[in-house]
């Protein structure tokens, strides 16, 4: 059985369609439509989505990024 083009991709559903790969500061700047400066700052206070090293380089699990909305998105219903 061979799977059709109409059928969604798993990955784009269990990634909430965030990209299938590492995420740079780039990425998460242009996706909450901020400057990059002010995601150094959200990992410099540990305010933002979680981050991580590889090398010199700091990424973002697109999984986490996703929690990190959704927890947002939580936390602000309650405070309303």
Known sequence: ?????????????????????YLTPDDIA????VPKETVYQWRKKN?????????????????????YVTQRKTDDRTAA
């Not at 059985?1 to 790969?21: E, H, I, K, V």
């Not at 242009?30 to 439509?33: D, L």
């Open 1 to 21: 059985m061979s799977r059709t083009s109409a059928q969604p991709d798993p990955r784009a559903t269990l990634r909430g369609g965030l990209p299938d790969r």
């Open 30 to 33: 242009e996706m909450f439509e």
């Open 47 to 67: 305010t933002g989505p979680p981050s991580f090293r590889i090398g010199k380089y700091v990424r973002y699990d697109p999984a986490d990024v996703r929690a």
